[in-house]
């Protein structure tokens, strides 16, 4: 059946539905507004897509539902998930969709998008500690009321959790796509996304039955990079040629750099401010990104913990005494205000150790670019401090000065136009002349003589004014 606005469908109970707008069409179905049901909506799966396989794994979810209810906030109401509420079939029968419970998306954001703080702030988006400890805790929390029921997201990544803008709470879309227990049968998920993807299943991918021990890897990335302004905690710096540099395989070869006791083959970014958390949580990211799967923290263990963050009243995250706009852990350096100095350490060494560049007619680099990247290749440097040489200049690049450059800008269109304006016509006469006495040649030999003078500076005035700096 080809869904479009206006098509006429039927619920479980064989009542009429009619199809309203389409919200939006994804890779295995389209998502339309239903007219009779304001607060509800109808996915409806793409033609090709296997809908017996949808259909019994819908009927799962419908009988087993986290206990996720919707949450009211100064009169809003936030669906927290978009949980199925029911089958949607053709009115000759044939299964073809479900209905859930609609989502006000323009009022949320995904987690991507907080995780860059200079995008988070271009965009309106939370940038504070507390706001991202509540966004974890947050996340925690929903992820432990699915795990109860045995059902697993497994393709957890910060671009697939959205959440309220306003009051913080997750809000999590695309549910027929998570991993489903039923009766006596399981559901698996679709998809994975190898950056968040635990080092024992980036060869063989995940099995039914290892989906939790996924979930609790992928949430405790995301919490490590809530919490630590973006930073992947398998970025850092290798000490080696051989190690891979590209995420999956450093979370293959276990090579994250944050651990209490250190990791040899790679050190951590400069930019990371995991100095400065308390010790509980740096224990739960060890056991998270250890060696052994088994000791993983569950997602209710990090909710516990992360509430207490999050929670005002516990006094657990103070504000800073230097920045207002920073938070940071009761008792422990900011590390807000260790990555500014950093950054705009890094700023001036771009700045000084920038090669200075021969072209004077090209805009000079901006400062503000050396906050693009979280690890911009000179911070390396001043951490290091090591500060590389300037580059060496090429000889006609010489410092010029303004002075100079002002008399070679109004002698140089002088004797141009003398060259063309006075000497060419003066020789061009000698020579149309019938009978050239010796006061011609002279005459002539001077002028060609500065002709010759003016020619030269001029072929000297080009490329030096090309080549010149600006002050
Ligand atoms: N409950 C809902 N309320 C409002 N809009 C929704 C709801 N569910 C989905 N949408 C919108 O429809 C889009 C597609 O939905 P969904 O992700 O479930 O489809 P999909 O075909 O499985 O997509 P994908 O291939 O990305 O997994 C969503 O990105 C969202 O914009
Ligand atoms: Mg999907």
Known sequence: MAAREGTVIQDG?????????LIKSGGAGSVFLIRERPLEVAKLYHPGVDTRVYERKLRAMLELSPDLPDVQEKGVRHVQIAWPT??????GGRFIGFSMPVLDIAATSDLEHVLQERQARAEGLPTTLGAKATLAANLAVMLAALHRRQHYVVDLKPLNVRFYRKSLFIAMLDCDGFSIQGEGERFPAGQVTTDYLAPEFQLHGVKPGEEEAQDRFALAVMVFQLLNAGLHPYSGRPQGANLPSDLPGRIASHLYAYAVSGNSHILPSPVSGHQGFPAPLRGMFDRAFSQRPLQRPTAS????????????????????????THQHFAGLPCAACARKSLLSKAERATRSHAPRRANAGKKRPRAAAAHGAVTPAPLRNVARGAAAPPAAQPAAAAPLGPGARVLFAAVGPLLLGWVMGWGMPAYRAYHAAADPGWREAMALGVQGGLLLLGALLFVLFVPVLVTSKRP
């Open 301 to 324: 263990e990090w909710g516990a913990l992360l509430q207490g963050y999050a929670r005002r009243s516990a006094g657990q995250l103070v504000k800073c005494g230097k920045d207002g």
């Open 86 to 91: 029911g089958l949607l079939q053709e009115r």
């Open 13 to 21: 109970r064989r009542a009429s539905l009619t199809l309203g707008r």
